[in-house]
């Protein structure tokens, strides 16, 4: 492998933004580069985020649409989409760099941050669901080489499952490349909503996507839920929900 830019859409991370871009700094090699694509936060996430990185770009919040606006202005052989909340060590760059001459695509396995046994097996699941599958989701740090992801038209413009309808365009020219070591991620979503929760919303909205429904339709059930359980937390004086 050679030159890589990392992509990052960012919204409103202000508490993690910089450990987060810390991190993917420190495992860069000559030649690559980090774009931080900004989604309007309301904020200091792009304050935070702009000494770290080697452009900051503003792009309407949408996620699909802040990652194509960074690939679009991106320099590398690859693109490599890393969440806010992803914990990138130099060992995931260096097994970039081995990546044989023919790979096209790939992801990462992925731990979740909390203790204890169910979190544990939560990350190994999504893992193995990927490798099944060849479906990969946006937390597994998905790396596409520049000239296949123009080639597919980048991420379609939906607001939900746009890592699921990528892979599936990707998936027609080769199967991901699975690669450890396994990357961090957090696991506030599983924490805020309830593991068994989460897990059902997720699979639900999988399986209506599945059959065909609107993303958009989608995108109002997930951030319904989302805003019922943020209620809720406010209500007990606990932590932000999922987002």
């Known amino acids: 492998m050679t030159s890589v830019s990392v992509i990052v859409p960012l919204l409103n991370e202000a508490g993690r933004i910089q450990e987060t871009l810390t991190g993917i700094r420190?495992?860069?090699?000559?030649?690559?580069?980090?774009?931080?694509v900004d989604g309007g936060s309301s904020?200091?996430?792009?304050?935070?985020?702009?000494?770290?990185?080697?452009?900051?770009l503003t792009h309407p919040a949408q996620r699909a649409g802040q990652m194509n606006a960074g690939a679009a202005e991106a320099r590398g052989e690859w693109v490599w989409f890393i969440h806010a909340d992803n914990l990138v060590l130099p060992?995931?760059?260096?097994?970039?760099?081995?990546?044989?001459?023919?790979?096209?695509?790939?992801?990462?396995?992925?731990?979740?941050?909390a203790p204890g046994l169910l979190f544990a097996t939560i990350g190994q699941l999504i893992s193995l669901r990927s490798r099944i599958t060849g479906i990969a989701?946006?937390?597994?740090?998905?790396f596409v080489r520049r000239s296949l992801f123009e080639a597919v038209g980048g991420f379609p413009p939906q607001?939900?499952?746009?890592?699921?309808a990528l892979?599936?365009?990707?998936?027609?020219?080769?199967?991901?490349v699975c690669l450890r070591p396994v990357m961090r991620t957090s696991a506030r979503r599983w924490?805020?909503?309830?593991?068994?929760?989460?897990?059902?919303?997720?699979?639900?909205?999988?399986?209506?996507?599945?059959?065909?429904?609107?993303?958009?339709?989608?995108?109002?059930?997930?951030?319904?839920?989302?805003q019922?359980?943020?209620?809720?937390?406010?209500?007990?004086?606990?932590p932000d929900g999922l987002r």
């Not at 019922?228 to 606990?238: A, D, F, I, L, N």
């Open 228 to 238: 019922q359980v943020e209620q809720g937390m406010r209500e007990r004086g606990g």
């Open 137 to 142: 989701t946006g937390d597994q740090a998905l």
């Open 26 to 36: 420190a495992a860069l090699r000559e030649g690559d580069e980090l774009i931080v």
């Open 91 to 113: 060992s995931h760059r260096q097994a970039l760099s081995a990546l044989s001459g023919d790979a096209g695509w790939g992801r990462f396995d992925v731990c979740l941050d």
């Open 159 to 164: 607001p939900l499952m746009e890592d699921v």
């Open 43 to 56: 904020d200091s996430s792009a304050a935070l985020a702009a000494p770290l990185a080697d452009r900051l």
């Open 191 to 226: 924490q805020s909503n309830g593991v068994w929760r989460t897990i059902g919303l997720m699979w639900r909205l999988r399986y209506r996507y599945w059959r065909g429904e609107d993303p958009v339709s989608l995108h109002r059930a997930y951030y319904g839920a989302s």
């Open 167 to 176: 892979s599936a365009c990707l998936r027609r020219h080769s199967r991901p």
